[in-house]
């Protein structure tokens, strides 16, 4: 799709030279200099304009950031594995890249779901360009988080520092470093659009909150860390907005306060543990298709949370009718017309904690109070 660059500029090319003034040697004779002998003041260097005696206070800062941060970014290489259909042979196969930051002295890494998914091999590359093998050690495909691990000696493994994302405004300079297209180490700076946007992760689940930053952002960013002006990780960079698949502008970043929140999570259980009822739920599209607005209870797990509460789930009668059983209208006091706000309601709680829940049982509306479990 880049043909019609390339043909554009050798057009340009030929442009210039077919109109070369008259009195210049010709240009048909490449092999001598244009001008001829002429030897004036523009036949030679330009004298150099000496160099201001210190870089501003921005560039100054800008630069000691990256010196600092690049030493914790890495590069990811996902490969899977093929048997060649003619020979036998099995080979590693490139199935693509992106970045990732080093999140601690024992050699956890930190990147996105999607830069590691399908893989059978990945290869961490660190700063000092030595190579690691590494092994997938948690994983959330619904905030699009996972987490490596690589043996490392610990001189070679520098932590990012990691800030805050819930007192970030709007304005505020930011820094992504990565790899895009495979160029290793790239820095570009921009400052935070937006804040409390929602994307799609690879799940289809919602992930709020999301940094919207205009720091280009291009394939092979991914994973990589969004930094604030004093070289804090605030976000992971994941997504863009681009009609042409690069940058356009608009990048988005998974906040640090939820890195912070799952990345141990994962590190422990290799999965993000969450708060639940204790219930399995209707889907959307049928709830839609019957005219209910709110979550049907299809099922009540035997002495679970839910159960414990006295709700109550759909049922069979004997003449093979489905009868419907308790409806969540709200959690929290926060009306819930889907399972996805359900779980963004429930994401901040911890296992345990009590939250009241008002369902329609029959024409009837009450609040239920129930401690929520572990689910998968």
């Known amino acids: 799709m880049h043909w019609p660059r390339v043909l554009l500029i050798g057009a340009a090319a030929v442009s210039l030279a077919s109109v070369l003034p008259a009195g210049h ?4 004779e490449w092999g001598k200099p244009l001008g001829g002998s002429y030897d004036g003041l523009e036949g030679k260097p330009r004298p150099v304009t000496p160099a201001p005696a210190e870089l501003g206070p921005d560039e100054r800062g800008t630069m000691a950031v990256f010196e600092r941060a ?31 930051f080093v999140w601690n002295k024992q050699g956890h890494i930190v990147t996105n779901f999607h830069v590691i998914y399908g893989a059978d091999a990945i290869k961490v590359t660190l700063a000092d360009r030595s190579e690691r093998q590494a092994k997938l050690v948690g994983a959330d495909p619904d905030h699009d988080l996972a987490v490596l691990q690589i043996q490392a000696p610990e001189s070679a493994l520098e932590p990012l520092a990691v ?6 405004r709007v304005g505020q300079k930011v820094l992504a470093i990565g790899n895009p297209f495979g160029l290793d180490h790239t820095l570009t700076t921009g400052v935070v659009s937006a804040l409390g946007r929602t994307i799609k992760s690879m799940s289809n689940r919602t992930i709020e909150g999301v940094i ?31 009609p042409s698949g690069a940058y356009a502008g608009i990048g988005f970043a998974v906040p640090v306060d939820t890195v ?53 789930g759909a049922r069979e009668t004997v003449t093979g009718r489905v009868e419907l059983g ?5 959690v929290a006091g926060k009306p819930v017309t889907t399972i996805d706000e359900l779980m963004d309601v429930l994401e901040d709680r911890k296992v345990g904690a009590q939250v009241t829940l008002e369902i329609l049982r029959g024409n009837r509306r009450e609040l239920v109070s129930v401690t929520l479990q572990a689910v998968n």
């Open 25 to 28: 040697a010709d240009a048909t």
């Open 70 to 100: 690049t030493k914790s970014v890495v590069f990811i290489a996902n490969t899977a594995i093929q048997r060649d259909i003619l020979s036998f042979n099995v080979m590693e196969v490139p199935q693509g890249s992106g970045s990732g």
């Open 163 to 168: 800030g805050a994302s819930h007192d970030l």
């Open 326 to 330: 308790d409806i969540i209208v709200a």
């Open 212 to 242: 919207q930053t205009d720091a280009a952002i291009n394939p092979g960013n991914s994973g990589g860390p969004l930094l604030d002006s004093s070289g804090r990780l605030i976000g992971v960079n994941t997504q863009i907005v681009s």
């Open 260 to 312: 912070n929140r799952i990345v141990p999570e994962l590190i422990k259980h290799g999965k993000l543990i969450r708060p639940g009822l204790g219930v399995s739920l209707v889907p959307d599209a049928i709830a839609r298709r019957w005219g209910i607005k709110g979550l049907i209870i299809g099922r009540v797990s035997r002495g679970g949370s839910a159960d414990r509460a006295g709700l109550r």
